[in-house]
């Protein structure tokens, strides 16, 4: 007699979701963490908690499903937005550009930084 076979599919690797935080404290913004380390399928939610809008872009296409390429999606202030992770690997730039108003009314913009500059680095599932 021969051995069974299993009609089982392999167990999918679960996705799990991360928060990178915008903050701001002026003159500057941080991106909290600065690096965030995924996988396909998993979710990154950005939250804003500046004192105005954000907008995320990515440098290339097929990062994050549903932005496109230098295609900026804005956040509004206190705001959270989530994006499924659809690249399958490597080390992808996150550009986010905020504009709020600090406490003595000077208004502030620029790029958010952390860690040099916001990263995602995708990595297969295991």
Same mark, same amino acid.
């Given at each position: 007699m021969g051995k069974k076979t299993s009609t089982k599919s392999p167990a999918k690797p679960k996705s799990k979701t991360y928060t990178v935080t915008i903050e701001a404290i002026a003159p500057v913004a941080f991106a909290v963490p600065g690096i965030r380390t995924a996988s396909t399928g998993d979710f990154i939610v950005y939250h804003n908690k500046t004192g105005g809008p954000v907008k995320i872009s990515v440098a290339a296409d097929n990062v994050l499903q549903g932005v496109k390429k230098l295609t900026p999606k804005l956040i509004s202030h206190g705001?959270?937005?989530m994006f499924k992770v659809v690249a399958p690997d490597g080390t992808h730039e996150i550009s986010v550009h905020y504009r709020y108003t600090d406490k003595k009314n000077k208004l502030?913009?620029?790029? +958010?930084?952390? +860690? !040099? !500059?916001p990263k995602i680095i995708i990595v297969r599932p295991k």
């Open positions: 705001k959270k937005r502030r913009t620029g790029f +958010a930084i952390g +860690a !040099s !500059s």
